[in-house]
């Protein structure tokens, strides 16, 4: 089946570092998705990706889908401590209406 | 707008007994759902696809008569969990599919935290 690998597991940073993460996935995908999620909450969606090669920005927040369509990064520039939380990417394939598959998550620890 | 609720928000109950979870869409009308476990430090995983109006379709390996759901509405779904057990204890979380109705446009609940003791 598909897996999708997302890396780092985890990333201490300081206050004001960037932050870079990424998922590959053994498939290709047609929408690729960022989510937030606080302990104790559902995910919060931070930014959809539907074209191989798009580069869209939320903020301070900076995703891509890779044009290979089989790849992600998200980009968090000058961290602040609320970009405390566990970050998930989420594909979807042609054939898979609505069923997103999650990586297994980058925990950020922001401290100050 | 696009707000989905959960109830309970945490539950707690005794090994054999069954629990029911709603997934609301406050303010939508959501024709598909989706519920997905939890457990802890790990991914979302899809359990099973909701629509309103007929039966819902379960990703391998979840057991349908386990983890009964029911669309009833446009705007609500249930995931009952009978005879719970110990190792169903998880993070039971509901998404729906926004008014636009496109796949990739989904709104997650809160979550509902399921312990079996």
């Known amino acids: 089946g598909q897996q999708l690998n997302q890396s780092p597991q985890s990333m201490f940073i300081q206050e004001g570092e960037d932050v870079s993460m990424n998922c590959t996935s053994s498939?290709?995908?047609?929408?690729w998705l960022w989510y937030k999620q606080d302990p104790g909450e559902g995910p919060v969606l931070l930014i959809a990706?539907?074209?191989?090669?798009e580069l869209t920005s939320n903020g301070r927040l900076t995703a891509q889908f890779g044009i290979t369509r089989k790849d992600s990064f998200l980009n968090i520039s000058a961290s602040i401590p609320s970009d405390v939380g566990i970050y998930f990417c989420?594909?979807?394939?042609?054939?898979?209406?609505?069923?997103?598959?999650f990586g297994a998550g980058t925990q950020v620890v922001v401290t100050p | 707008g696009a707000v989905v609720s959960q109830h309970p928000s945490w539950v707690i109950c005794k090994s054999g007994t069954s629990v029911k979870i709603e997934c609301r869409s406050l303010?939508?009308?959501?024709?598909?759902m989706f519920w997905y476990r939890q457990f802890p430090k790990q991914s979302l995983m899809l359990m099973a696809t909701?629509?309103?109006?007929?039966?819902?379709?379960?990703e391998q390996g979840v057991e349908k008569d386990k983890f009964l759901i029911n669309h009833a509405s446009l705007t609500l779904s249930t995931l009952t969990v009978t005879s719970a057990h110990p190792e169903d204890s998880s993070f039971y979380i509901c998404?729906?599919?926004?008014?636009?109705?496109?796949?990739?446009?989904?709104?997650f609940g809160p979550g509902t935290r399921l312990t079996v003791t």
């Open positions: 998404s729906a599919t926004g008014p636009s109705g496109r796949a990739y446009e989904q709104y």
């Open positions: 498939s290709i995908f047609n929408t």
């Open positions: 990706l539907y074209k191989a090669g």
């Open positions: 989420a594909g979807m394939t042609t054939d898979s209406w609505g069923k997103f598959q």
């Open positions: 303010d939508f009308q959501a024709t598909t």
């Open positions: 909701s629509n309103e109006g007929s039966k819902a379709t379960y």
